[in-house]
């Protein structure tokens, strides 16, 4: 009887690379959290052995790191070649905020991870370092800058993500002055979610901030 002929098409496993692990990780941790996103948990998704992961990731840093990567190509900073560096952290921020907020897990896991170098997230960080100290401020300020606006960006991407009437006091008698602030915001920003309205009031108040801070450095140089 002669050999059954190969069945041509494409193949029913996907062809495993960095990539493929690092969103299917990413898919995971999303789905499971940090725990459901391990080497194992990725090998059984792809229905191969965690053996051949390591053709690809050196183990589970490298995949956190590759992470990282993903999230960070998502963050904007585009803005920094050619606005203002007011309106480029603007669109930096607003955009980190969302990057972030769309992979929950991953606000407190990468918040804490040692950067990898020679990486795209090191290489958004240098966008960012290079368009703030080609706009004037001192070199030894720009980290700082960077990280302070930071803490308050990844604090709002938790907040994305949190139930709009996580705040709602009901009807408590005992504390009119907070049903009062909740009432009066809820019919003030109909039109807008509330973990929106606060991240544009937040980020205006640090930007102002920053602001008089950039124009006291610039003038005592």
């Not at 499971?32 to 053996?51: F, K, Q, T, Y």
């Not at 952290?89 to 950067?115: C, D, E, K, N």
Request: net charge negative.
């Amino acid at each position: 009887m002669p050999a059954q002929a190969r069945k041509s098409g494409r193949p029913r496993v996907a062809v495993l690379s960095r990539d493929l692990i690092l969103e299917t990780a990413l898919n995971l941790l999303d789905k499971n959290g940090e725990h459901g996103a391990g080497i194992r948990d990725i090998a059984r998704a792809l229905d191969v052995r965690p053996s051949a992961l390591y053709n690809h990731v050196s183990g589970q840093d490298d995949i956190i790191a590759g992470i990282r990567e993903l999230v960070s190509d998502r963050i904007d900073v585009s803005g920094f070649d050619t606005l203002e560096w007011d309106d480029a952290v603007r669109q930096w921020a607003r955009s980190y905020r969302l990057a972030f907020a769309a992979h929950p897990p991953t606000i407190g896991m990468l918040a804490v991870a040692q950067l990898k170098p020679k990486s795209r997230t090191s290489k958004m960080y240098d966008a960012v370092c290079a368009g703030l100290v080609k706009s004037g401020w001192p070199e030894a300020q720009v980290l700082n800058v960077i990280v302070a606006l930071e803490c308050f960006i990844l604090g709002a991407a938790l907040d994305h993500v949190a139930p709009d009437d996580m705040l709602n006091p009901g009807d408590d008698e005992d504390s009119t002055a907070f049903v009062g602030a909740y009432q009066a915001r809820a019919e003030a920003h109909t039109d807008v979610r509330p973990t929106d309205a606060v991240f544009e009031l937040g980020l205006e108040a640090m930007l102002a901030g920053l602001t008089t801070t950039y124009q006291s450095l610039k003038g005592d140089s």
